[in-house]
């Protein structure tokens, strides 16, 4: 039995019937990692010794009749930016070497409780900051569908580790795009929750009026099962929101579209799309209506302006969020041999321990909230986010959900946009406004564009607290395009998309 292939409810399913220990299931997966992650290097931290004690523990506790939760004894991968006590968190900055958490996040703690395996912390561009994952202190995380690609980011670790087979599910965050991105170019699933719904606690912050973590997977219901295992009211986040879980497992059981209202966002397309992946886009949008779907079109006009908001809120946060890495409280800490004061061993740190994106950032941030700017840049820009609020409230009155593609492009190529920061911007172009407006959005992946034959994503957008639509309408797309193509996933097995000879072969398996 190849327990890697298998979805994380068929694990749960074997761990359940008493098929497979929850050891059996974590040694796999720790020998595929050994196996691959030299070429894919989705890890900046295995937990092996942690796992299998972990797992252990799920195998006790089964065998003494203790009632189980789903994911007990399913492996899962944590993006680096969650705090873990026992394993290191570096958020992919040097800044951050060395150093050892001394709490779980809420998330962490959530999956612990829930029997789930943490594998290990996942690479990331530094801080969240990046949309390729190669932005991390530690090197690139490489696309398992081709090794010269990136795998999106900021959550590329996590989403390379999932579609590369290491692990069935991962933990990623969004803030701009970071789960949605890399799951379209990975060919996986990755939502983000409702802003509030899933807990901050214990997540290095990047900008934290939007940051929200979320979960990845290679199916809508495994998405679903994880999505339900760490969401939820946190006290210990003061925007969490104290409201019950959108029951997104049972809608992605229900995988129904008939009578829904489905927008098309006129907004987000046009010039900059890959043909090939407008092509998948609309294809899927097809199948929906065929489905019963209604299908309109629905526009949004201030989403032009939310990639040049974001670009002043989100580093306007993270200025003020990444002050407390001040060489005294966490990790690094350069020129400290007695002779330089505070205030320069400080200066010295943040030079050697941050890159050049999250230096960008910090000075970007540090402008747009100076006096004399701040009215003109961050001020403005909350206003945008005001009016891309109110062009979600008016599409929502018109569509039950909205659909766009994930992002405008499939996979680009290692270093192909490392010199461009705007080119590298445009990548979340079509995930910005959920963020900004705090609504839920799921990436689903809707077939392989013909250009490049790498996979393309589907993005379905709900309202707030609405997040089980997501998982209706992507459920019932996954279904519909598994007829259709395969799942992408195995499609590429078929050899549609194979472009690694060191992947083709190893991979397919059980659909
Ligand atoms: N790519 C975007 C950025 O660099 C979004 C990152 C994220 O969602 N964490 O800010």
Not at 50 to 73: I, S, T, W
Not at 139 to 166: D, F, K
Not at 220 to 240: F, K, N, Q, R, W
Not at 386 to 412: H, M
């Amino acid at each position: 039995m190849e327990l890697t292939r298998k979805t994380a409810a068929e694990l749960s399913a074997l761990l359940a019937g008493g098929e497979v220990s929850a050891e059996e299931v974590t040694a796999a997966h720790l020998d595929r990692i050994a196996g691959c992650d030299d070429r894919v290097h989705a890890f900046l931290h295995v937990a092996a010794d942690g796992a299998v004690a972990a797992a252990r523990e799920v195998d006790r506790r089964r065998a003494a009749g203790d009632e189980l939760g789903p994911l007990a004894g399913v492996p899962v991968a944590l993006k680096d930016v969650f705090t873990t006590i026992g394993a290191p968190t570096t958020c992919g900055s040097r800044i951050l070497d060395g150093w050892q958490p001394p709490y779980d996040a809420t998330i962490t703690r959530r999956l612990r409780q829930a029997g789930a395996i943490i594998l290990g912390k996942t690479n990331m561009d530094e801080f969240a900051m990046g949309s390729s994952t190669e932005n991390s202190a530690f090197g690139p995380t490489r696309n398992p569908w081709n090794l010269s690609r990136v795998p999106g980011g900021s959550s590329g670790g996590s989403s390379a580790a999932v579609a590369a087979y290491q692990a069935p599910l991962a933990v990623g965050t969004d803030t701009g795009g970071s789960i949605r991105q890399p799951a379209s170019v990975c060919g996986i699933v990755g939502t983000k929750p409702t802003y509030g719904g899933s807990s901050r606690y214990g997540l290095v912050a990047f900008a934290s009026s939007l940051d929200t973590p979320g979960p990845l997977a290679r199916t809508v219901l495994d998405a679903a099962l994880l999505h339900e295992a760490i969401c939820g009211y946190d006290p210990m986040d003061s925007t969490s929101i104290d409201a019950p879980v959108p029951p997104v497992v049972a809608a992605a059981r229900q995988a129904d579209v008939s009578g829904m209202r489905i927008g098309v966002v006129t907004e987000l397309s046009g010039e900059g799309y890959q043909p090939g992946v407008m092509a998948r886009f609309a294809e899927a949008v097809e199948l929906l209506e065929s489905l019963g779907a209604k299908v309109t079109e629905v526009s949004c006009p201030n989403f032009r302006y939310a990639l040049p908001a974001y670009y002043l809120i989100a580093p306007s946060e993270c200025s003020s969020n990444l002050a407390r890495f001040d060489a005294m409280r966490y990790g690094l800490r350069v020129g400290d041999d007695g002779s330089a004061g505070a205030e320069e061993v400080m200066s010295l740190t943040r030079e050697a321990g941050f890159g050049d994106e999250v230096k960008r950032r910090i000075i970007l941030g540090a402008y747009a909230l100076s006096s004399g700017y701040y009215d003109a840049y961050y001020g403005k820009a909350q206003q945008v986010r005001t009016l891309i609020i109110r062009d979600f409230e008016a599409a929502f009155g018109q569509a039950d959900v909205l659909v766009s593609p994930v992002t405008p492009t499939t996979a680009f190529g290692i270093g192909e946009r490392a010199d461009d920061p705007m080119a590298m911007y445009l990548a979340d172009l079509c995930t910005i406004p959920s963020d900004l407006a705090g609504n839920a959005a799921i990436s689903v992946p809707c077939g392989l564009a013909s250009e490049d034959g790498l996979p393309a994503g589907l993005q379905v957008m709900a309202p707030v607290m609405a997040d089980d639509r997501l998982y209706r309408v992507a459920a019932a797309a996954e279904a519909a395009l598994t007829e259709r193509w395969g799942h992408p996933l195995i499609a590429e097995a078929k050899g549609l998309g194979t472009s690694e000879p060191w992947f083709s072969g190893e991979r397919g398996g059980s659909a």
